[in-house]
């Protein structure tokens, strides 16, 4: 499973993003590889093509890539909160690296922060 951040997801759907080439590149190569997000990182991936009136394009695209949308798992208040205090990170990034954890999955983010975070924590990390 790979587990993709927003940043991977935003730069994916927006083709003038400075990290949509990186993106194109990291999901073509994850061959068969299940793709999933949190709620709230596809909540987040979702929120510029609401305010430009895309919402529905945007949702389709995520579709045809075959994002499936990961469950946080039991206890996920306590697993957050613990995951934000230990590692400094916002709950936006709490919820990538729970939903890894969860799922035993890789994370893919463009974000170095988070993806030391990831490493950390002994998750595998992409991008």
Request: with cysteine; proline share 4%; charged share 25%.
């Amino acid at each position: 499973m790979i587990v993709l951040d927003a940043s991977v997801l935003i730069a994916q759907l927006d083709a003038g993003d400075f990290h949509h080439p990186r993106a194109r590149s990291l999901l073509a190569q994850s061959g068969i590889e299940p793709l999933g997000s949190s709620a709230l990182t596809l909540a987040e991936t979702l929120v510029a093509p609401a305010r430009a009136g895309r919402l529905e394009e945007a949702q389709a695209a995520l579709e045809r890539l075959g994002i499936e949308e990961l469950d946080l798992g039991e206890d996920a208040p306590s697993r957050l909160a613990r995951l934000r205090a230990d590692t400094s990170r916002k709950l936006p990034d709490c919820c990538v690296l729970l939903v890894a954890q969860e799922h035993d999955g890789a994370v893919a983010s463009f974000d170095s922060a988070l993806s030391e975070a990831a490493r950390k924590l002994g998750l595998k990390t992409l991008a």
